[in-house]
């Protein structure tokens, strides 16, 4: 393959679909190797807010889980809404993705996000949750973390991510992007075989 090849990998934290796709992400990661140069992207599935989830969409969620969960056999914790104040609010969680990619640490705080609200029932809307996760992950101190994620920077670089991710050719999280010699492939996503997906790459790349 040719080095110069970048992989797009767009998700959010909070996507219960990329939570499913981890396993098979991480396998495709390892066989790449240093092959292709994987970018991640964040996707901001829902806005900033401090209002409940409508109950309406806590039961589509929660349907959304069992879904992933009957087809994948992804593991997740249902006392997160019986524990947490659900939020439709997924920003915070891309702020703190863009915080530890400056660190080199996006994939493991996205993990970090990922086990504590799938499987330990905490709520990454919640600004407090991703401060200890930031200090859990060695990151920097949660009052360092608080300032970052609070700051004019962090979002504006959250809204121009938004912005570009627009311009890619996907219909969802995740999503992944072969960009090669400033040219944009989509490469379809097999959520249970990353050998498909590396087969993908390769007949696409051997065609350029």
């Known amino acids: 393959m040719n080095n110069k090849a970048e992989l797009i990998y767009v998700h959010d934290p909070m996507c ?16 790449l190797n240093d092959d292709v140069n994987i970018v991640y992207k964040v996707g901001g599935l829902a806005p900033d807010s401090d ?18 969960e009957s087809k ?20 915070p969680s891309c702020r703190a993705a863009i915080i530890a990619r400056d660190a080199n640490k996006e994939s493991v705080m996205v993990a970090a996000i990922q086990q504590a609200y799938y ?25 360092e ?28 999280f995740p ?3 072969l960009k090669y010699n400033n040219r944009l492939h989509p ?9 498909t997906t590396y087969s993908q790459i390769n007949k696409v790349l051997e065609s350029l």
């Open 175 to 177: 999503s992944l992007v």
């Open 16 to 31: 219960s679909w990329c939570w499913g796709y981890a396993p098979t992400w991480s396998k495709l990661k390892s066989l």
């Open 187 to 195: 490469i379809a996503i097999n959520y249970t075989d990353a050998d």
């Open 51 to 68: 209002s409940p989830m409508p109950l309406q969409m806590q039961t589509m969620l929660q349907n959304t889980w069992r879904n992933i």
């Open 145 to 172: 973390f608080k300032l970052q994620l609070n700051s004019v920077l962090v979002n504006d670089k959250l809204l121009s991510e938004l912005d570009y991710i627009r311009s890619l050719p996907i219909q969802g």
């Open 119 to 143: 499987l330990e029932a905490k709520n990454p809307s919640d600004e407090d949750v991703l401060c200890q996760l930031a200090q859990q992950v060695d990151l920097c101190t949660a009052e």
């Open 72 to 91: 994948l056999g992804t593991e997740f914790n249902f006392d997160f809404w019986r524990l947490c104040k659900p939020k439709r609010s997924t920003y």
